[in-house]
């Protein structure tokens, strides 16, 4: 079956200039998540979405970072004003409902490469 | 500060050979514990997830081991093969609120499998 899938795969901006990254989960995934993975570093979580839950916003490093989700399908995350140290590997993963008793599984996207010129 | 440190940084062994990697967590509250293996320019798949009353898992040629006392993780991989060249993520897991999880990572392991 489908996973979950990121566009573009790569992608390459100016310093300065707004980047959108586009996530889809797998179909009937309830949360979403949004992770940072530098180069040679672990993965930073930056934000969670769960249904119709406010967003738990607090991995975004600054206020030039941003995340919608409508219902849930696809989620944006948008950086504004771009700056060389946002140059990493942007992680989606979404998860299904996490019934009682059991733990859910996160499934990753192939990742955005985003470099920052 | 919720940390996972993982050893060795990064590993090279001969196919066939057996292999431990280590993982240390300051994770609180702990939640569950996953291992992924990350190839090159992919995202994680997950390899194992322990909670808390479980000590140890396998799937295949990878098992899992859990101290949650000593907060303490190991994933051995038997009769290595040249496809398990590749990361492997340590990933610890608080709560976060309406059930989900929010996920603490290692650096990796970075394992080479070699003739």
């Known amino acids: 079956g489908a996973g979950v899938s990121q566009s573009p795969s790569n992608k390459v901006t100016e310093k300065g200039k707004d980047v959108e990254l586009r996530c889809d989960p797998i179909?009937?995934?309830?949360?979403l998540y949004w992770y940072r993975q530098r180069l040679g570093q672990g993965l930073e979580f930056l934000i969670y979405?769960?249904?119709?839950?406010?967003?738990?916003k607090s991995g975004l490093p600054s206020d030039r970072f941003s995340a919608e989700r409508t219902g849930e399908s696809v989620s944006t995350l948008t950086i504004q004003r771009t700056q060389q140290e946002d140059s990493a590997v942007y992680l989606c993963?979404?998860?299904?409902?996490?019934?009682?008793?059991?733990?859910?599984?996160?499934?990753f996207g192939p990742g955005t490469r985003l470099t920052v010129t | 500060k919720n940390q996972v440190e993982q050893s060795p940084q990064s590993l090279i062994i001969l196919e066939g050979k057996n292999c431990t990697l280590q993982c240390n967590y300051t994770v609180s509250p702990f939640s569950n514990l996953r291992w992924y293996k990350q190839d090159t320019g992919r995202g994680p798949v997950s390899l194992t997830i322990m909670t808390f009353s479980e000590n140890t898992k396998s799937n295949g040629r990878y098992t899992a081991t859990l101290d949650a006392d000593t907060k303490q993780s190991s994933l051995h991989i038997t009769a290595s093969q040249l496809s398990d060249s590749a990361s492997y993520i340590c990933v610890v897991s608080g709560q976060v609120g309406g059930g989900g999880n929010k996920l603490t990572f290692g650096t990796g392991t970075q394992l080479k499998v070699e003739l």
């Open positions: 979405f769960q249904g119709n839950s406010a967003p738990d």
């Open positions: 179909s009937g995934h309830t949360a």
């Open positions: 993963a979404s998860s299904p409902i996490r019934d009682r008793g059991h733990v859910a599984e996160q499934y």
